[in-house]
C-alpha cells in the first residue's frame, strides 16, 4: 500500500515571500501521478498542481511549482510571491497510474500573514 | 459548468441516529467517489463507484454504512447507527477519466455526533 507523509502540520509566511511545503511517499510502482491539492478554509478543494512520474522535468502552473525527485520519493511544493488567498490546508497525493484512486497525506495548514 | 454538490452542509445527531448525505457530481463524470475527513487528517476513501457499479469500497465500514449509485449519476451515503467516531467530514468527488486523475471536491457535508 502506498503512504503519502507530510511532515509539516502548519506553515505560516509573509504576505509576497516564498514558501515550501514538504511531502514524501512509500511506493514500489513507477508509473504513477503526484497532486497537490488546496483546501481553503469552508471551501471545496481543488487540485493546484500534477507531476507525472515519468516526466524529469518539474511542473510549474503560475506560481506553484514542484520539486519531484524521483529516486528520494520526494515531492515539494514552492509557492512564490505568497498571497493571503493562499491560506488553506494543502494536500499532498500518490495515484498509481490506472487506479484513479488518490492516497491523500494528512496535510499542511498554511497561513500567509500580511 | 455546474459543481459538484452535496447536501446537507450540516448535520448534528445523537450516537445510535441514522443520516444520509447526497451528492451530485458533475455531468457526465463516470466516477464519483465518497470520501472521510476526519478534523487534522487527510481525506480516506469509503467508496468509489464507476457509473453504478462499485469499483473500491474495501475501508467502507459495511456494517453501519452504505452507498448507493443506482442510475450511475447521483449518489447516497448513509450510516445507520452513528457512532461517536463518525464525525467528520464527508466529501464528495467526481473525475472523467480523460482528465487523469484530477477529481473534482464538492463542499463536504459536516457530521457531528453526540
Known amino acids: 500500500a502506498q503512504t503519502v507523509t507530510q511532515s509539516q502540520p502548519e506553515m505560516s509566511v509573509q504576505e509576497a515571500e516564498t514558501v515550501t511545503l514538504s511531502c514524501t511517499y512509500d511506493t514500489s510502482e513507477n508509473n504513477y501521478y503526484l497532486f497537490w491539492y488546496k483546501q481553503p478554509p469552508s471551501r471545496q478543494m481543488i487540485l493546484v498542481i500534477r507531476q507525472e512520474a515519468y516526466k524529469q522535468q518539474n511542473a510549474t502552473e503560475n506560481r506553484f511549482s514542484v520539486n519531484f525527485q524521483k529516486a528520494a520519493k520526494s515531492f515539494s511544493l514552492k509557492i512564490s510571491d505568497s498571497q493571503l488567498g493562499d491560506t488553506a490546508m494543502y494536500f499532498c497525493a500518490f495515484m498509481k497510474l490506472g487506479s484513479y484512486i488518490p492516497t491523500f497525506g494528512r496535510g499542511t495548514s498554511l497561513i500567509v500573514h500580511p | 459548468e455546474a459543481g459538484v454538490a452535496q447536501s446537507p452542509r450540516y448535520k448534528i445527531i445523537e450516537k445510535r441516529q441514522s443520516v444520509a448525505f447526497w451528492c451530485n457530481p458533475i455531468?457526465?463524470?463516470?466516477?464519483l467517489y465518497w470520501y472521510q475527513q476526519i478534523l487534522g487528517q487527510g481525506p480516506k476513501l469509503l467508496i468509489q463507484f464507476q457509473n453504478n457499479g462499485v469499483v473500491d469500497d474495501s475501508q467502507l465500514p459495511k456494517d453501519r454504512f452504505s452507498a448507493e449509485r443506482l442510475k450511475g449519476v447521483d449518489s447516497t451515503l448513509k450510516i445507520q447507527p452513528a457512532k461517536l467516531e463518525d464525525s467528520a467530514v464527508y466529501l464528495c468527488a467526481s473525475s472523467s477519466l480523460v482528465n487523469t486523475g484530477e477529481l473534482f471536491f464538492g463542499e463536504g457535508s459536516r457530521l457531528t455526533v453526540l
Open positions: 455531468s457526465g463524470h463516470a466516477t
